[in-house]
């Protein structure tokens, strides 16, 4: 919650989100599968986690086809605060390995 406010306060976001109290505890494959559930009409989704989880969740999804200096930087290591935004084009249902490209990857920290 308190990374979500910090997020949603900096990007002016006024939106209310949904927590699923699974993701918190969800292995990569588990965590894939809640974002699989995500309804078609979200055109855009923020997911926020810890790692192990988030670090291999986002490079399982990367299909070696977006901004090779972000893959790079993001196979080097995934720190805290760092973010990956991933470009995939289809339904949430069919998200599955390989399937999205990086599109940035940034560490967030001063």
Not at 8 to 34: K, Q, R, V
Not at 56 to 81: K, N, R
Not at 82 to 109: C, E, K, Y
């Amino acid at each position: 919650m308190e990374t979500w406010a910090a997020l949603s306060g900096a990007a002016g976001w006024d939106l209310e989100p949904t927590l699923d109290d699974g993701f918190y505890s969800a292995g990569p494959d588990t965590a894939l599968d809640l974002i699989r559930a995500t309804p078609t009409q979200a055109r855009s989704l923020v997911v926020i986690g810890h790692n192990p989880t988030v670090a291999y969740l986002a490079q399982m999804l990367d299909d070696g086809e977006g901004d090779p200096t972000a893959s790079a930087d993001m196979a080097g290591g995934y720190p805290t605060c760092a973010i990956t935004a991933l470009r995939f084009d289809g339904d949430w249902s069919d998200l599955d390995m390989a399937s999205a490209s990086v599109a940035a990857f940034h560490v967030g920290r001063a």
